[in-house]
Structures are given as C-alpha cells and as structure tokens.
C-alpha cells in the first residue's frame, strides 16, 4: 500500500532466523520497488540453572530449554555481563 502522497512503506516484516541480506518486493504495474534490510545474528545466550534439593522433571526441563530458545531467537541486542554470585537463603 502507498500512502496519499505514493510512498511505499513495509507496515511489518519478520527477517528470516539466518543471518545475511533480506529483500522484499513490492510491484505494481507500472513501477517495482525493493526493500532491503539485514538479519543479524542471535548472539544472546539463556544460561539455565536449577537448584535446590528437587531438581525439575524430564518434562519440565524440555520446556525450561524449549522457552530459552524461543527467547534467544527473540533478543537480538545484548548487554555487558555482570558478574555476581547469589547465596541462596533458606527456606526455600
């Protein structure tokens, strides 16, 4: 769709999960415009760590890793790491 004055714009568009050049394009009879724009990599990394006298089940632990990766896919920016140490305090 163009707007009143006949400018093209992408409204959403969801790069592919590889890293590399993307192309979009928008046709018309008379005219063809391409969009660009570059896929960059995921670089976050979700650490899981149980702990604790119970440990999670098969099942719990396939959907903690499943929900991490989903999460990897999603966060395309990064922070600097911040190391700390946490002392778990009792009772659970």
Known sequence: MTD???I???GSWTL???????????AVPADTVTFAATAQPAE???GIRYFGAELPTTDQEAAFTAAAAQWEQLIVGDLADVPMT????APW
């Open 86 to 89: 946490l002392v778990p305090v």
């Open 8 to 10: 093209a714009r992408v």
């Open 44 to 46: 976050y990394d979700v």
């Open 4 to 6: 009143v004055a006949g």
């Open 16 to 26: 592919g999960s590889v890293a590399g050049a993307n192309a979009l394009r928008a």
